[in-house]
């Protein structure tokens, strides 16, 4: 069975940092692009950070870019999330996500994309 555990969440104040991971098991997924969205309390899901199985790369949605950074070990099939100068926006459930292996040219972004969901880690930052 594939599942994708998070973990990391908590409370933090404002400026704070938090590192999450998602440790999957059930399958390798060092040929699978891992991802982290974040849906905040009536809001929609949104994507936060992505990492690709080729070359590593990575992406970010705009208003994390330069606090947040996504990285994978591939060794022990885990992805982070590190996250640094938290602000209060950034409060919501965290969620990592994977393809299917060897999945090529998918749209980071968009959350229809992925096979695998974990169950999600709650972020809460306090001013």
């Known amino acids: 069975q594939v599942q994708l555990l998070e973990a990391g969440g908590g409370l933090v104040q404002a400026g704070g940092s938090l590192r999450l991971s998602c440790a999957a098991s059930?399958?390798?997924?060092?040929?699978?692009?891992m991802t982290w969205f974040r849906q905040a309390p009536g809001k929609q899901r949104e994507f936060v950070a992505g990492?690709?199985?080729?070359?590593?790369?990575?992406y970010y949605r705009d208003s994390v870019k330069g606090r947040f950074t996504i990285s994978r070990n591939n060794a022990n099939n885990t992805v982070y999330l590190q996250m640094t100068n938290l602000k209060p926006e950034d409060t919501a459930v965290y969620y990592c996500?994977?393809?299917?292996?060897?999945?090529?040219?998918?749209?980071?972004?968009?959350?229809?994309?992925?096979?695998?969901w974990g169950q999600g880690t709650q972020v809460t930052v306090s001013s």
């Open positions: 990492i690709t199985w080729i070359a590593s790369r990575t």
């Open positions: 059930g399958r390798t997924f060092s040929r699978s692009a």
């Open positions: 996500a994977a393809t299917r292996p060897d999945r090529m040219g998918v749209e980071l972004t968009s959350d229809n994309v992925y096979d695998y």
